[in-house]
Structures are given as structure tokens and as C-alpha cells.
């Protein structure tokens, strides 16, 4: 990764990791793609490589993020779907002429219109997005239970009760609060929880 800026969080679902390039979003919040170069690594890490981003499309791309996230939240706490989150999903989607292509390996990769289109690219993540929230694909919608974080992720794991965003991150996060928090009892206090007495 670039020097001075933060990692990015990577993870197997296109949509929900490119509303993860802000994350801590109720706590300090930090900001992954802060510059149109960051939104270039970050759509290369993905296999949608552009060569060149404007401000106005980073603006762009972090409006895509926000509604995603926003349509996202809602689609897992059962909640209507913002209509302006939505409309700005299916606009980008709409937008791009993003084909997809088989490589000889046998992998599917995206072909832009041209070397500059972030709207293809975007255009490739909203149409993730909207698979996820409509419920096409093979999992379920959940909120992060960081209280600093609450990210929407799409769990595909066999149980479907997947608690964190990021186990190395927000989940290792949470186990070593309560750790130092179970540290700070006194031992009279500890031996009582071990026995169910807490």
C-alpha cells in the first residue's frame, strides 16, 4: 500500500468492501480512498483498473459508498430502503459500460469502456450492491456489533452468525477490550464470573 495512507479492508464481497473504504464510521472515522489515486489502487485490488480518476468521480465514488452503506443498513435491520440511496445505486449502475470477460484461466474479469471510466467501474459495484440488497445471492445483511464501527457486511458463513465485519480487525478489536477489561477486575471478581456467580 501507498505510504502515509491507511491499509485498505479487503474482504470476498465487492459492494460491502468498497463501503468498508470508510470505516469506524461511529467512532474516529477513517477515510481509505481520500484522494482519486487511493480510488485508483483501490478499483485495481478488485480487477477494475483505471488509469485515471477526477475529483468529480471520486465524488462520485464515495456517494456510490454512502448509498450502499445507507441501503445496505437498512436492508439489514429490515427497514424501506432510502428512495435517494437507491435512486444514486441505480443511476450508477446505469451509467456504465463495464463488460464482463472470461480469462483464459477461466476467471471473470471486467472490461471498461475505456482506460479513465470510473463510471464503469462504479458501475460494476452498484450492480454488486443491488444483487446483495435484492437478495439474489447467498447470505445475509448484517451491522458490524463494533459499536464504532456498524459496517453492513454480507455474511456467507455456514450459520449466517458472523458478528464482525473483520474478525482481524473489529473482531480481534473486541476480544482484547474485553480481555483488559476482565484484566482490571480483581480476582475475587474473575473467579465469580468463572463460576456463573457474576
Known amino acids: ?19 468498508g473504504t470508510l ?4 467512532g474516529d472515522s477513517v477515510e481509505r480512498i481520500p484522494t482519486p ?3 485508483i489502487d483501490w478499483l485495481a485490488v478488485y480487477g477494475l ?3 485515471s480518476c477526477t475529483t468529480a468521480q471520486l465524488d462520485r465514488a464515495r456517494e456510490l459508498r454512502e448509498s450502499i ?23 450508477c449502475s446505469a451509467q456504465g459500460r463495464a463488460s464482463a470477460i472470461l480469462t483464459p ?19 460494476v459495484i452498484a450492480a454488486d450492491a443491488i444483487s446483495i440488497i435484492a ?5 445475509r445483511l448484517a451491522l458490524c456489533a463494533s459499536p464504532t464501527c456498524q459496517a453492513a457486511f454480507f455474511d456467507t458463513s455456514q450459520s449466517r452468525t458472523r458478528k464482525w465485519c473483520d474478525m482481524n ?26 463460576l456463573g456467580h457474576a
Open 49 to 51: 483498473a483505471v488509469d
Open 169 to 194: 480487525t473489529c473482531g480481534n478489536r473486541q476480544k482484547k477490550a474485553r480481555f483488559h477489561a476482565n484484566q482490571r477486575k480483581t480476582p475475587d471478581q474473575r473467579s465469580d464470573r468463572s
Open 105 to 123: 484461466e477461466g476467471n471473470r474479469q471486467w472490461r471498461l469502456s475505456s482506460a479513465s471510466c470510473v463510471e464503469d467501474a462504479l458501475s
Open 37 to 39: 489515486q487511493r480510488l
Open 135 to 139: 437478495g439474489e445471492r447467498d447470505g
Open 69 to 91: 452503506h445507507a441501503a445496505a443498513t437498512a436492508a439489514a435491520i429490515q427497514d424501506a430502503l432510502p428512495a435517494s440511496a437507491v435512486q444514486v445505486i441505480n443511476d
Open 23 to 26: 470505516s469506524e464510521r461511529h
Open 1 to 19: 500500500m501507498r505510504a502515509g495512507f491507511p491499509d485498505f479492508r479487503l474482504g470476498n464481497v465487492l459492494a460491502t468492501s468498497f463501503t
